[in-house]
C-alpha cells in the first residue's frame, strides 16, 4: 500500500523529471503542511504581523517553483527547503521595514500598522539570520541542523535522513548550535 509520503515524494521525482502534471497534483498534497509551517513561522511573528500567513504560502511557492535545480531527494528535504525559504521572506520583510525605518523608503502608514510594526522584532529576527550565516560559514551541518528544526518543524529522525547522519549527531549538533546561538545573540544585545 502507497504511503501519503511515497506519493508526495514520487510526484517530486516526476516534478523533478519536468512532469508538469506531477507538480498539480503535488500542490494540494503539500498544502496543509506548508501551511503549518508557515502560520508556526507567523507565530513567532508580533501579533498583527503585516505579511499574512498566506502571502508567505504564496511567496515560499513561488521561491520553490522558480529554482533552478529542483531535485528533492525526498518529501522531508522538500519541506526542508521550503522552510528556509520562508525564513528567507521573513527576514527580507524585517530588513526591508527596517530600511524604511531609517528614511531610505519613507511611506504614508495608518495609525493602526504603526501600532503593531515591531522594531525590535524585525532586528531581532536579523540578528538571528546574522548568527545564522556565521554559524554556516563555521559549522555549515549544524547550521542546517537549526533550520531544519526550528524553521522546518523537523524531528530529529527527520533532520538525520535529510542530512544522512545518525539522530546523535542531529542532537549534538543541535544542543550545540543552540548554545553557540545564545551566546552570540547575547553578545549582539550588549
Known amino acids: 500500500m502507497e504511503?501519503?509520503?511515497?506519493s508526495i515524494?514520487?510526484?517530486?521525482?516526476?516534478?523533478?523529471?519536468?512532469?508538469?502534471?506531477?507538480?498539480?497534483?503535488?500542490?494540494?498534497?503539500?498544502?496543509?503542511?506548508?501551511?503549518?509551517?508557515?502560520?508556526?513561522?507567523?507565530?513567532?511573528q508580533p501579533s498583527g504581523h503585516t505579511l499574512q500567513t498566506t502571502a508567505?504560502?504564496?511567496e515560499a511557492y513561488l521561491r520553490l517553483?522558480?529554482?533552478?535545480?529542483?531535485?528533492w531527494e525526498s518529501r522531508v528535504h522538500f519541506f526542508g527547503v521550503a522552510a528556509q525559504a520562508m525564513?528567507?521572506?521573513?527576514?527580507?520583510?524585517?530588513?526591508?521595514?527596517?530600511?524604511?525605518?531609517r528614511?531610505?523608503?519613507?511611506?504614508?502608514?495608518?495609525?493602526?500598522?504603526?501600532?503593531?510594526?515591531?522594531?525590535?522584532r524585525a532586528a531581532e529576527l536579523i540578528s538571528l539570520d546574522d548568527a545564522l550565516a556565521e554559524l554556516a560559514r563555521l559549522s555549515p551541518r549544524q547550521s542546517s541542523v537549526v533550520e531544519l528544526r526550528y524553521f522546518g518543524g523537523l524531528s530529529v529522525t527527520e533532520t538525520a535522513e535529510v542530512l544522512k547522519v545518525s539522530a546523535d549527531t542531529v542532537t549534538r549538533d543541535w544542543n550545540h548550535a543552540k548554545a553557540w546561538l545564545r551566546r552570540e545573540l547575547n553578545k549582539a544585545e550588549a
Open 65 to 71: 517553483v522558480r529554482q533552478d535545480e529542483k531535485r
Open 103 to 120: 528614511g531610505g523608503e519613507e511611506r504614508i502608514v495608518s495609525l493602526e500598522e504603526a501600532a503593531i510594526v515591531s522594531e525590535s
Open 87 to 101: 525564513r528567507h521572506i521573513l527576514v527580507d520583510y524585517a530588513r526591508s521595514r527596517n530600511t524604511r525605518k
Open 56 to 58: 508567505l504560502i504564496h
Open 9 to 44: 515524494s514520487q510526484l517530486l521525482n516526476r516534478w523533478s523529471d519536468g512532469d508538469k502534471e506531477a507538480f498539480d497534483q503535488l500542490m494540494p498534497k503539500v498544502y496543509s503542511e506548508l501551511r503549518r509551517m508557515a502560520r508556526r513561522h507567523m507565530g513567532q
Open 3 to 6: 504511503t501519503s509520503s511515497d
